[in-house]
């Protein structure tokens, strides 16, 4: 039953999802913006420190650019090697790049700036205008969980169960369909979980999250899910295999001790 190896193979690599889609679960938090202290005193306090305090403010935006641009560009690269996104690879890339290129003129804008009250309304717009960490990069994370389930995983496990279903016999049907039925169940559970996950994950705009902070909840919550119902099936899939391995028959020899003689008429 060599063809159950590549089986088990199958199965397996549905189990990966949990691997790829690890980082999207983490709770999203957001970097705060600039405080009051940061802001404080723009353009109120006496002329002699506000290019001090118009350098040191520049130097806080640049580098909170600076930090985005480098988390989306790493994003961006793993966006573009993912096989198994399909249509929202574009989506992705576009809204990314986008905000890569957003941000960077943002930057040079707060760089020009001229008084401490612009440089500071501006620099409060890397945050509430991107919304990077909070939102950009836990929803390109969990678009490609949800893909990598519909369009990796889901398909994978079918193919499994196809094969050990075709290994069936029906000494085996009673102790291993109940187990490929349930297979079948949790693959489309999983299905259900993530069905149309990916398109409303990518309308999410930095406006959505900011009048809703638990906007992600809830795509979260259905990514885990499918993850848990996948780990089920590859549990099932190892169990049928099992089984039908021990229902091999088990086919001996005996080799007859050198210089014996044969009895038989």
């Known amino acids: 039953m060599r063809r159950l190896t590549v089986t088990a193979a199958a199965v397996a690599a549905v189990a990966t999802v949990g691997v790829g889609a690890g980082t ?14 940061a802001t404080q005193g723009a353009g109120t306090q006496g002329t002699a420190t506000a290019p001090a305090r118009l350098a040191k403010l520049q130097a806080r935006a640049s580098a909170a650019v600076a930090k985005r641009v480098t988390a989306l560009n790493k994003e961006i690269a793993t966006v573009q090697a993912a096989q198994d996104l399909g249509t929202d690879q574009p989506a992705l890339l576009k809204t990314l790049q986008a ?6 003129a943002l930057g040079q804008k707060i760089a020009g700036d001229s008084t401490v009250a612009v440089a500071a309304a501006d620099y409060r717009t890397v945050f509430t205008n991107y919304r990077v960490f909070a939102l950009a990069l836990p929803v390109s994370r969990l678009v490609r969980a949800a893909d990598r389930i519909d369009n990796m995983a889901i398909p994978k496990g079918t193919a499994a ?3 050990l279903a075709a290994h069936v016999t029906p000494a085996t049907s009673a102790q291993v369909t109940p187990l490929l039925d349930d297979i079948k169940a949790q693959l489309a559970a999983a299905g259900t979980a993530t069905n149309g996950l990916s398109a409303q994950l990518i309308n999410l705009t930095p406006a959505t999250w900011n009048a809703n902070h638990s906007v992600l909840q809830s795509p979260r919550t259905s990514v885990k899910a499918a993850v848990g119902d996948l780990k089920k099936a590859v549990a099932d899939g190892k169990q049928a295999r099992a089984d039908l391995r021990a229902a091999r028959p088990h086919h001996s020899t005996t080799t007859p001790a050198p210089g014996s003689t044969s009895t038989a008429a």
């Open 24 to 37: 999207a679960f983490a709770t999203g938090t957001s970097t705060p913006g600039p405080t009051a202290t």
């Open 99 to 104: 905000d890569v290129s957003g941000l960077q």
């Open 161 to 163: 169960e196809g094969k």
